[in-house]
């Protein structure tokens, strides 16, 4: 690829998937409800998200880690999500995924896409079982912000080159921080905030925002 013109950061779960990963594994650990209301909540700002990850993630204690192989299998991607990728790559923008959900599936993911930045939480695991606890650093909505900041500087682009996609109270500080942030099918909480709304599921929608798109 050419020289990098532009950076934009996306969301996983809710944004560049149709599900959210914490309650499908939630659905393999026989806790689906308890745990799609807390993620539920704290999308729409309304729990701490950090605290209501370590609850959600202690559920999954027990399960097999081969469950990523099978949830990986179920999700889907946003409506021209692949093409919106391309066609930013084509035009020298490069693309980061980060997450509030975790490193196997959005390693996958990034990989299956081309995509060379990507960051989510990881799972601690022993003896190929989930332990219910999460090792390193929380990807929390400070995280987040930051992480699209480093990433900006490594690249030396001007803030006006960025962009950030997202849908939930978490990826607020991201959005803001970005030249262009993107409240994509977003929650109220979001929208609020942030005055670009795109609220068809279609990532070709979010094209036209992109000034520098040459």
């Known amino acids: 690829m050419s020289q990098v013109k532009g950076l934009c950061v996306m969301d996983v779960d809710g ?8 309650d499908l594994l939630g659905k393999e650990a026989g806790r689906e409800e308890e745990i799609s209301q807390i993620t539920s909540r ?6 701490d998200f950090e605290s209501s990850l370590r609850k959600r993630v202690s559920l999954l204690e027990g399960l097999p880690v081969s469950v990523f192989d099978k949830v990986f299998n179920t999700i889907h991607l946003t409506s021209n999500a692949q093409e919106f990728i391309s066609i930013l790559q ?3 923008i490069l693309v980061g995924l980060v997450s509030g959900g975790f490193t196997p599936i ?10 060379a ?5 990881q799972l601690e695991v022993k003896d ?3 332990t219910g606890k999460l090792v390193g650093q929380i990807i929390s909505p400070e995280v987040k912000k930051d992480t699209l900041e480093q990433w900006r500087k ?5 803030k006006e080159r960025t962009i950030a996609i997202g849908d939930g109270a978490n990826d607020l500080f991201m959005l803001k921080s970005a030249g262009l942030g993107i409240a994509f099918c977003a929650k109220e909480v979001l929208k609020q905030e942030i005055p670009n709304h795109v609220d068809k599921r279609d990532f070709l929608e979010v094209l036209p925002l992109i000034g520098f798109l040459e």
């Open 128 to 130: 190929g079982l989930l």
């Open 15 to 22: 944004t560049l998937i149709l599900e959210e990963v914490i």
């Open 42 to 47: 704290a999308m729409q700002g309304e729990l």
């Open 90 to 92: 084509n035009n020298g």
């Open 106 to 115: 959005v390693e996958r993911l990034a990989k299956s896409l081309d995509i």
């Open 117 to 121: 930045y990507f960051s989510a939480n």
């Open 154 to 158: 490594e690249l030396k682009l001007s």
